[in-house]
């Protein structure tokens, strides 16, 4: 069992940045892959990022490329992502995820195991 808990949604401006965090816990953070999705209004939950066991490898949805960054620190059983120059279209709920069977990254939605319940994320024009 793992536990996943999202903060850091908020209301922002175009342009601005957000950072979110999602807090783990139940199984040894530092051998699984995690990821970040999100669901706008309507539409379905789609791959934002996602990064391997040591951090070391990323994925990004081209949406997002050179805008987002994804990290991890294991000593803390966390995973982050910093959003900059928001835009609305970014307007979701975001949600971290595990993938325990994979080590590498995984962007594939279906292949992770546990979802945190999410956090707002809300881009003003």
């Known amino acids: 069992q793992v536990q996943l808990v999202e903060s850091g949604g908020g209301l922002v401006q175009a342009g601005g940045s957000l950072r979110l965090s999602c807090a783990a816990s139940?199984?040894?953070?530092?051998?699984?892959?995690m990821g970040w999705f999100r669901q706008a209004p309507g539409n379905e939950r789609v791959f934002v990022a996602a990064?391997?066991?040591?951090?070391?490898?990323?994925n990004y949805a081209d949406s997002v490329k050179g805008r987002f960054t994804i990290s991890r620190d294991n000593a803390k059983n966390t995973v982050s992502l910093q959003m900059n120059s928001l835009k609305p279209e970014d307007t979701a709920v975001y949600y971290c995820?595990?993938?325990?069977?994979?080590?590498?990254?995984?962007?594939?939605?279906?292949?992770?195991?546990?979802w945190g319940r999410g956090t707002q994320v809300t881009v003003s024009s």
């Open positions: 139940g199984r040894t953070f530092s051998t699984y892959a």
């Open positions: 995820a595990a993938a325990l069977r994979y080590s590498m990254v995984v962007a594939d939605g279906t292949q992770y195991d546990y």
């Open positions: 990064i391997n066991w040591s951090g070391r490898s990323t």
